[in-house]
Structures are given as structure tokens and as C-alpha cells.
């Protein structure tokens, strides 16, 4: 069954601060992405990765960096966050570009 | 560019009962792959079915079938005999064939199901 795990699960940071979210797939998926949802909303694209080291800008990743350190791993940066990046945020896998993508349980990002 | 719409915002049925939640598209792309995600109270993304634009049978899994319109650009979900559980937020995405190295889904805004026994 895929795997697809997220830390942490709710985070609260300040206004310019740093903040690190974290994605670990054990489904040997090459694809990975991460996504934002806000209220009442669809998930919107911020960075996916199709290889280890390389990451590519998705539909919205001003603000964003994205790091992909290993197969397994994807994490997401908030360098400078701010209040609009209160979301939730979504990581999914899938094993190639055309295949279902399998989501993990989410972050809830609270920015004060 | 990509537009996936759920005109739908809400619909409530009674248990047991057939559902259909509609879905429409806009893509330039020849082919392309639509898929339905449902999101659980807990905020669980669930992967359920997808449609690949070159087939003409609708595809089914489970008590979850789909009514692919390709001229109509539209991709129904149906569920059949419903029930509790299936209360949740039901998503459609589209995957266009362009971007040989992206899976990038564009998703519509979601379609809130309440069952009531």
C-alpha cells in the first residue's frame, strides 16, 4: 500500500520566519509534488520532482523553495513566511507522470 | 491553459441511493487523463478512479463508475448505492498530455457529498 508520510502534522510560525515542511515516501515513486489547499478550495501545484537533486516550479511557487535530497525525501521552504501562506499543504507520489498520485495526510500552516 | 470546473457545490441524498457529481473540462490537449479524489472528513485525500481521454469505455471500480462525454468535455462521477461513509468532499483533476516531465494535476474546487441514513 503506498506510503506517503508528512511532518510536521500542524505547525504555527511568525511572520518571517523559516519554515520547513517535510515529505517521506516509502513507495519507491520517482515522482513527487506538493501542493497547497486553502478553504473551500482545490489543491493548487507549488513544486514536484521527477528525480532526486532537481526540483521544477509548479503553478504557484513564489515564496517557496523545494528540496529533493533523495528518492524518498521531499521537503518544502518557506524562507520569509507570511500571513497568505496560511494553507494546507499536501505531498503525493506517484510512480510515473501519467499514473494516479497517491497524498499524504497534510500540514496545517498557521502563520501569525 | 487548464480549467477544471464542479459546478456542484453541495448535494445531499439519501442512503442507498445513485448520485452523479459532474465535472467539465478545458484542454488543448488531444489526450489527456481525468481522475476523482475524495477527501474525508479528516482531511485524507483518497485516490478513487481516472479516465484516459483514447478510451471509450467508461471506467469503472468498485461502486464508483464514470460517464465520459468527451464531446461535452465533461467526466461524471456516480456512485451507487451510497452510503454513510461515502459523506466527503469529491474532487475532479485533469492531467494534460503536454510537459514530459510533470504530472502536474489541475483540480476543480470540489463538490461537498452528505449522505443522511
Known amino acids: 500500500e503506498a506510503a506517503v508520510t508528512q511532518s510536521p502534522r500542524s505547525k504555527v510560525a511568525v511572520t518571517g520566519g523559516k519554515v520547513t515542511l517535510s515529505c517521506h515516501q516509502t513507495n519507491n515513486h520517482d515522482y513527487m509534488y506538493w501542493y497547497r489547499q486553502d478553504t473551500g478550495h482545490g489543491l493548487r501545484l507549488i513544486h514536484y520532482s521527477y528525480v532526486a537533486d532537481s526540483t521544477e516550479k509548479g503553478d504557484i511557487p513564489d515564496g517557496y523553495k523545494a528540496s529533493r535530497p533523495s528518492q524518498e525525501n521531499f521537503s518544502l521552504i518557506l524562507e520569509l513566511a507570511s500571513l497568505s501562506q496560511t494553507a494546507v499543504y499536501f505531498c503525493?507520489?506517484?510512480?510515473?507522470?501519467?499514473?494516479?498520485?497517491?497524498f499524504g495526510p497534510g500540514t496545517r500552516l498557521t502563520v501569525l | 491553459a487548464q480549467k477544471v470546473t464542479q459546478t456542484q457545490t453541495s448535494i445531499s441524498v439519501m442512503e442507498k441511493t445513485t448520485v452523479t457529481m459532474d465535472c467539465v473540462y478545458e484542454t488543448r490537449d488531444s489526450s489527456y487523463f481525468l481522475f476523482w479524489y475524495k477527501q474525508t472528513a479528516s482531511g485524507e485525500i483518497v485516490f478513487l478512479i481516472r479516465q484516459d481521454s483514447y478510451k471509450k469505455e467508461n471506467a469503472t471500480e468498485g461502486h464508483y463508475s464514470l460517464n465520459f462525454q468527451k464531446p461535452k468535455s465533461s467526466i461524471g462521477l456516480i456512485i451507487t448505492a451510497t452510503q454513510i461513509e461515502d459523506s466527503a468532499v469529491y474532487f475532479c483533476a485533469m492531467r494534460a498530455n503536454t510537459g514530459a516531465n510533470t504530472g502536474k494535476l489541475t483540480f476543480g474546487h470540489g463538490t461537498i457529498l452528505r449522505v443522511h441514513p
Open positions: 503525493a507520489s506517484s510512480p510515473t507522470v501519467y499514473a494516479e498520485q497517491f
